[in-house]
């Protein structure tokens, strides 16, 4: 198994350029989250997911979108890249909800919007 | 809302000592509780959790935590710290899907 997949691993962007980061896994996890991680704050939940078809918002959720339209794949999606939003974006997975189960990670894509 | 408290940015030991990181939580339900492990331009990979079963708990590479309901901690404690065991380390407290990290303590073990 290939795990948790992320890409790009690095990106750049201009304010107000859109763009899409992809996460996809291979273990037919029912939950899929994705997170930002800061310096000094930790990772806060951005979106997350329960199942196909089925998303909900989290801490941070303003300036990103999510669909889900397969088990697999759970994109991220910028609408207009703000400075603000310069970090490490992480998404993890897990067989059902986060409550109880294990959330495997993947290696993270640093976005940097100048 | 629920939150986490690491009590300690940065904690540094040596190497054989004990290592002690800190962990305080606000909820108002009974969480579930994690600690998670980062090393250096990784992700994060899972140490332990405390899913309301025992209080002590056991996780991989010698680490273990104790919930403490009356004091809202959660505290992270290996006997022995190893030079690998320096990376950033994260509790997590967790309810109904909605996880909260707290900001993270360093770890760094000197020879």
């Known amino acids: 198994n290939a795990g948790v997949t992320q890409t790009p691993k690095f990106q750049v962007l201009k304010t107000g350029q859109s763009m899409t980061l992809q996460c996809a896994q291979d273990m037919n996890h029912e939950y899929m989250s994705w997170y930002r991680q800061d310096p000094g704050m930790g990772l806060r939940l951005i979106h997350y997911?329960?199942?196909?078809?089925?998303?909900d918002q989290g801490e941070v959720p303003n300036g990103y979108n999510v669909s889900r339209s397969t088990t697999e794949d759970f994109p991220l999606r910028l609408l207009s890249a703000a400075p603000s939003q310069t970090s490490v974006y992480f998404c993890?997975?897990?067989?059902?909800?986060?409550?109880?189960?294990?959330?495997?990670f993947g290696p993270g894509t640093r976005l940097t919007v100048l | 809302a629920q939150s986490v408290t690491q009590l300690d940015s940065h904690v540094s030991v040596s190497e054989g000592t004990p290592v002690l990181l800190r962990c305080n939580y606000s909820?108002?339900?009974?969480?579930?509780l994690f600690w998670y492990v980062q090393h250096p331009n990784k992700g994060l990979q899972l140490l332990l959790k405390?899913?309301?079963?025992?209080?002590l708990v056991k996780g991989i590479n010698g680490f273990e935590a104790e919930f403490k309901k009356s004091e809202t901690s959660f505290h992270l404690t290996k006997p022995s710290a190893h030079m690998s065991d320096a990376a950033e380390y994260f509790c997590?407290?967790?309810?109904?899907?909605?996880?909260?990290f707290g900001a993270g303590t360093r770890l760094t073990v000197k020879p």
């Open positions: 405390y899913t309301s079963a025992a209080t």
């Open positions: 909820s108002s339900y009974s969480p579930s």
């Open positions: 997911s329960v199942g196909a078809g089925i998303t």
């Open positions: 993890a997975s897990s067989y059902r909800g986060a409550d109880t189960d294990t959330q495997y």
């Open positions: 997590v407290v967790n309810n109904n899907n909605d996880m909260r």
